[in-house]
């Protein structure tokens, strides 16, 4: 995964870490929140990994499930 020269993490990482913060501060498997966002548990995990580049449709579906504006889990630390 890329990051800029000034070691700031990627879009795509920081989508990674706060799905990953919010999810578990719901208390939620990536199989609840896949299924609450009607997508697949692999491809959450994929999401929270930096495997994938998501579209923004898939990132929105994300973000209504947990309930947080989309900009929301692009946030910096």
């Known amino acids: 995964?890329?990051?800029n020269a000034n070691a700031n993490p990627s879009?795509?990482?920081r989508l990674a870490t706060s799905l990953r913060g919010e999810r578990a501060k719901?208390?939620?498997s990536q199989e609840q929140l896949a299924d609450?966002?009607?997508l697949?548990?692999?491809y959450v995990g994929s999401v929270e990994r930096?495997?994938?580049n998501v579209s923004l449709d898939n990132?929105?579906?994300?973000?209504l499930a947990l309930g947080v504006?989309?900009?929301f889990l692009f946030r910096s630390g």
């Open 40 to 42: 697949h548990r692999t």
């Open 50 to 52: 930096c495997e994938r």
């Open 36 to 38: 609450l966002a009607g």
């Open 69 to 71: 504006d989309l900009v």
């Open 26 to 28: 719901r208390g939620l």
């Open 11 to 13: 879009a795509r990482q």
């Open 59 to 63: 990132i929105e579906r994300l973000a």
């Open 1 to 3: 995964m890329r990051t």
